[in-house]
Nanobody
Framework: VQLQASGGGLVQPGGSLRLSCATS????????IGWYRQAPGEQREWVAL???????SYADSVKGRFTLSAGNAKSTVFLQMNNLKVDDTAVYYC?????????WGQGTQVTVSS
């Protein structure tokens, strides 16, 4: 599956951004779709994931602030990020898995700074 991520940018602490991940297949054909992020000098970490059944899960660091949802066309997922913190600064990567196959989109930079 091909993934196209977009929506990053520069925002002040407390602000909001929405990331989009457009897929080449219906998200319901995927086992899992979601987002990872990687801050400078850090390992890549998972942020939010959605199963084919629509169940979502979030890392503790973003729970209550980030929301992962599916678009009406069911080929796009959105990551709504509210109350952003400086620690959320990272390159965000869209991720999907179908069976044993994993796919990554290109990263989109999110910078939270005053």
């Amino acid at each position: 599956v091909q993934l196209q991520a977009s929506g990053g940018g520069l925002v002040q602490p407390g602000g909001s951004l929405r990331l989009s991940c457009a897929t080449s297949e219906s998200i319901f054909s995927l086992n899992v779709i979601g987002w990872y992020r990687q801050a400078p000098g850090e390992q890549r970490e998972w942020v939010a994931l959605m199963t084919s059944g629509g169940t979502t899960s979030y890392a503790d660091s973003v729970k209550g602030r980030f929301t992962l949802s599916a678009g009406n066309a069911k080929s796009t997922v959105f990551l709504q990020m509210n109350n952003l913190k400086v620690d959320d600064t990272a390159v965000y990567y869209c991720f999907a898995r179908t069976g044993p196959l994993s796919s990554w989109g290109q990263g989109t930079q999110v910078t939270v700074s005053s």
